[in-house]
């Protein structure tokens, strides 16, 4: 069984920047699609960002594209999201997943196989 750790969360002021990384427990997320999501009291779970197996493909929803950058490296079964221009409605509990689905399925259906706990990020406005 995958086990996905997420870290880099904490407190910030709007404005600023977080890397957030989630390595994973063995390399059987190597040829997996992985991605962020998020969830803020009250409120759903939402999308933030997925990359494909190959680190090619990326994809992110509309409210952070130019803000935040999701990469991977393979060899340490490690994805990052890169968080910049942080706004107060960027605070959330911040989840990884890993998916043999494409990044655009692991965004559209929020399945995944294996997610993480999450890690929190504050923005403070």
């Known amino acids: 069984h995958v086990q996905l750790v997420e870290s880099g969360g904490g407190l910030v002021q709007a404005g600023g920047s977080l890397k957030l990384s989630c390595a994973a427990s063995d390399s059987t997320v190597s040829t997996y699609a992985m991605g962020w999501f998020r969830q803020d009291l009250g409120r759903e779970r939402e999308f933030v960002a997925a990359i494909s197996w190959s680190g090619e493909t990326t994809y992110y929803q509309d409210s952070v594209k130019g803000r935040f950058t999701i990469s991977r490296d393979t060899a340490e079964n490690t994805v990052f999201l890169h968080m910049r221009s942080l706004r107060a409605e960027d605070t959330a509990v911040y989840y990884c997943?890993?998916?043999?689905?494409?990044?655009?399925?692991?965004?559209?259906?929020?399945?995944?196989?294996?997610w993480g706990r999450g890690t929190q990020v504050t923005v403070s406005s």
């Open positions: 997943a890993a998916d043999r689905a494409s990044p655009f399925t692991l965004g559209a259906t929020k399945w995944a196989d294996y």
